[in-house]
């Protein structure tokens, strides 16, 4: 969403300029930055950038503005500081870039093994027309967004990756931009969201013709955060509804019977048959709480292990 873009450039501000807190814009001058400014410390009024508030408040002579009268001298320090400190914070967020790997190494090994002098030796047409150059460069690029993003070497094996890069590369889009950080957030997202919502129809149409069983364990992901994870399972297939994270959260039986009643009541009381959970007391507990709705069953599964995993793989892989 566009909407969240002024804010976005706010928080920005407030962290390389940091000084603008310490005045107000009246209102905005001739455009490229430039505002009519009046100094919260001292109320002199002038024209001009963030350039301009800084010579006022840190006492820049000759830079086209009064300086302020009203900092004193420990002010000044401070003021020196916050500005130190995000001219340091604007420093260290420069990418500093380091060169790739040289390319083409690796087929002159292969040839040095054939007994052939590199130097006498003649990039072959083979070689030009598969790009050998290029692969090596772009392989070397995606390592490099691997490696400093810290994302898992797993991430390879995933199908869309893979596909989308096969598509790239298939299809000749010349300036193709990827997808940033806010498309990512918003409308890829949202789009996403209703396409599966689209695909789930029909189960959840089936709902109240078959009734749902409403199954819920509790796990630990990799990261050890203690999750609950809830289903609708029917005659037409299992289905995800949702996770909590209670890493943070006293799973007594009231926190249980909370969001049990929430999954209830999204499925429509109605439509469920019997909720199956495990044997833990708090559990238990929240059962009596929730067949206060009128549930028809409430099973507590005392021997859970294969179901246990069957239910993990689904939660892991929830549009799978
Ligand atoms: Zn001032």
Redesign the pocket.
Known sequence: MSASSPSQAKEQDDDTKPLWT??TKIKSVGGGGNYEIK??????TFNGSYTKVRA??LKMMRKGVR?????TIDKLIDLKKIDNEATLRVERSKTKSVSLPPVSTQHQMDTNTLGVDPKKRKTSTVENAFNFQDRETLDHEIARMFYSSGLPFHLARNPHYRKAFAYAANNQISGYQPPGYNKLRTTLLQNERRHVENLLQPIKNAWSQKGVSIVSDGWSDPQRRSLINFMAVTESGPMFLKTIDCSNEIKDKDFIAKHMREVIMEVGHSNVVQIVTNNATVCKAAGVHVSSIRCRSFIVNHNINKYDLFLTTIALNPFA
Do not use: A, E, G, T
């Open positions: 310490y005045v100094c919260n410390i001292c109320d002199f006022h408040l300086v302020c009268q009203k900092v």
